[in-house]
C-alpha cells in the first residue's frame, strides 16, 4: 500500500510540475507583453525610463530560464507574484474569487451527480422500452447543448419570462440558480452515459442471475447490488470531469456576471496578466491532482477486491 501511495503521488507532483511548465512556456510564447499594455499608455505620462524600471521591478528583462526558476521557486514558497493590472499579490486575488467559484463548483457538480443518477437508473427500472431509449438519449442532448446558449436561454425564460429567478440584485443564493443548472447540465451527460452503460454491464453478471432466481424483483437487485458496483468506475470519470467543471466556470460566471475565477481568467487573458493566468493553471491542476488522488486511493476502500492488488505491489 506504501508503493501505491508514493507512486500516486509521485505522478500527482509530475502532473504539477509538467502544467506549471507547459503554461510558463505558452504564456512566454504569448505575443505582447502585460507591462508595456499598461504603463506605456500615454496618459499615465511615464518616461520610457520609468517604464524600463518599472518593467526590471517584475523580472521583465531577465533571461527566460531565470525567470523559470525564479517563478517556481516561490511558487513552492506559496508566492504567485504581482499582479501587472491590478497591482496587488496574486494570492489576493485568488482569495477574493476563489469562494464563489468554489460554491458554483461544488454544487453544480452535486446536482450534476443527482441528474446522473436519475437518468441512469430511470432508463434501468422503466419496463417501456421507448421511455428506456428517451432516457438513454438525454446525455447525448446535454452534451451538445453549448453552455453559453444554455445560460442565456435559462436568462430569458425564468428571469425574464417567467420572472421567477430574478437577475438585478437577487440574492446570494439566488444567483446561484440558474448558473449551477448551466454547469451541472453538461457535466451530468458522461456521467449519466458511463453510469448506464456500467448497469447494463453489472446486470449480466453472475450474481444478479442469482438473485433474479431467488426471487428478488428489479428494483430491489438494482439498489442492493447494482448500485454499488455500477458507481465505483463512475468515480474515475467524475475525477477526470473536474477539468470541465473549471472550463465551465469560465463561460457560466461570464454570462451571469458571477465574480469568480472564471471572471478573472477571463480579464486575465484580455489583459495578458501573465502572473494571474500562470497561478490560476497551477491551481486548477492542483485541485485536479488532489481529486483524482483522493478517487484512486478511495479505490481500494470501497471495493475490498482491490486491497489485496495494491497490498501486493512491489
Given at each position: 500500500?506504501?508503493a501505491?501511495?508514493?507512486?500516486?503521488?509521485?505522478?500527482?507532483?509530475?502532473?504539477l510540475?509538467?502544467?506549471?511548465?507547459?503554461?510558463?512556456?505558452?504564456l512566454?510564447?504569448?505575443?505582447?507583453?502585460?507591462?508595456?499594455?499598461?504603463?506605456?499608455?500615454?496618459?499615465?505620462?511615464?518616461?520610457?525610463?520609468?517604464?524600463a524600471e518599472?518593467?526590471?521591478?517584475?523580472a521583465?528583462?531577465?533571461p527566460?530560464?531565470v525567470q523559470?526558476?525564479?517563478?517556481?521557486g516561490k511558487?513552492?514558497?506559496?508566492?504567485f507574484?504581482y499582479?501587472?493590472?491590478?497591482?496587488v499579490?496574486?494570492s489576493?486575488l485568488?482569495?477574493?474569487?476563489?469562494?464563489?467559484?468554489l460554491?458554483l463548483a461544488?454544487?453544480?457538480?452535486l446536482?450534476?451527480?443527482v441528474?446522473?443518477?436519475?437518468i441512469a437508473?430511470?432508463?434501468?427500472l422503466?419496463?417501456f422500452?421507448?421511455?428506456r431509449?428517451?432516457?438513454?438519449?438525454?446525455?447525448?442532448?446535454?452534451?451538445?447543448i453549448p453552455?453559453?446558449?444554455l445560460?442565456?436561454?435559462?436568462?430569458?425564460i425564468?428571469?425574464?419570462?417567467?420572472?421567477?429567478?430574478p437577475?438585478i440584485?437577487p440574492?446570494?443564493?439566488?444567483?446561484?440558480?440558474?448558473?449551477?443548472?448551466?454547469l451541472?447540465?453538461?457535466?451530468?451527460?458522461?456521467l449519466a452515459?458511463?453510469?448506464v452503460?456500467?448497469?447494463?454491464?453489472v446486470m449480466?453478471?453472475?450474481?444478479?442471475?442469482?438473485?433474479r432466481?431467488?426471487?428478488?424483483?428489479?428494483?430491489w437487485?438494482?439498489?442492493?447490488?447494482?448500485?454499488?458496483?455500477a458507481l465505483?468506475?463512475?468515480?474515475?470519470?467524475?475525477?477526470?470531469?473536474f477539468?470541465?467543471?473549471?472550463?465551465?466556470?469560465?463561460?457560466?460566471e461570464t454570462?451571469?456576471g458571477l465574480?469568480?475565477?472564471?471572471?478573472?481568467t477571463?480579464r486575465?487573458?484580455?489583459s495578458?496578466?501573465?502572473?494571474?493566468?500562470?497561478?490560476?493553471v497551477v491551481?486548477s491542476a492542483?485541485?485536479f491532482?488532489?481529486?483524482?488522488?483522493v478517487?484512486?486511493l478511495l479505490?481500494?476502500v470501497l471495493d475490498?477486491?482491490l486491497?489485496t492488488k495494491?497490498g501486493?505491489?512491489?
Open positions: 500500500m506504501s501505491y501511495l508514493l507512486n500516486r503521488v509521485g505522478q500527482a507532483l509530475f502532473v510540475w509538467a502544467a506549471f511548465t507547459i503554461s510558463f512556456v505558452l512566454q510564447a504569448m505575443p505582447g507583453d502585460a507591462i508595456l499594455i499598461k504603463f506605456q499608455n500615454p496618459d499615465l505620462g511615464l518616461t520610457a525610463q520609468q517604464v518599472i518593467r526590471a521591478s517584475y521583465g528583462d531577465s527566460v530560464l523559470y526558476v525564479q517563478t517556481i511558487f513552492l514558497t506559496g508566492s507574484g499582479s501587472v493590472q491590478a497591482g499579490p496574486v489576493s485568488l482569495a477574493a474569487h476563489l469562494p464563489a467559484t460554491k461544488t454544487l453544480g457538480f446536482l450534476a451527480s441528474l446522473a443518477i436519475l437508473f430511470l432508463s434501468s422503466t419496463p422500452t421507448w421511455l431509449g428517451a432516457l438513454q438519449s438525454v446525455p447525448s442532448l446535454f452534451i451538445s453552455t453559453f446558449w445560460g442565456i436561454m435559462l436568462i430569458q425564468f428571469s425574464f419570462r417567467l420572472k421567477l429567478v437577475v440584485n440574492g446570494p443564493w439566488q444567483e446561484l440558480i440558474l448558473p449551477v443548472f448551466t451541472a447540465v453538461p457535466i451530468s451527460a458522461p452515459q458511463v453510469l452503460r456500467n448497469i447494463d454491464e449480466t453478471r453472475p450474481f444478479v442471475g442469482v438473485a432466481a431467488k426471487g428478488a424483483n428489479r428494483q437487485i438494482l439498489w442492493r447490488h447494482v448500485a454499488k458496483n465505483l468506475p463512475t468515480l474515475t470519470i467524475a475525477g477526470v470531469l477539468g470541465e467543471l473549471i472550463a465551465g466556470a469560465v463561460v457560466t454570462v451571469f465574480n469568480g475565477i472564471g471572471r478573472l477571463e486575465a487573458v484580455g495578458q496578466d501573465a502572473a494571474v493566468l500562470q497561478a490560476i491551481l492542483l485541485a491532482v488532489i481529486i483524482n488522488l478517487v484512486d479505490y481500494p475490498p477486491r486491497r495494491v501486493a505491489a512491489p
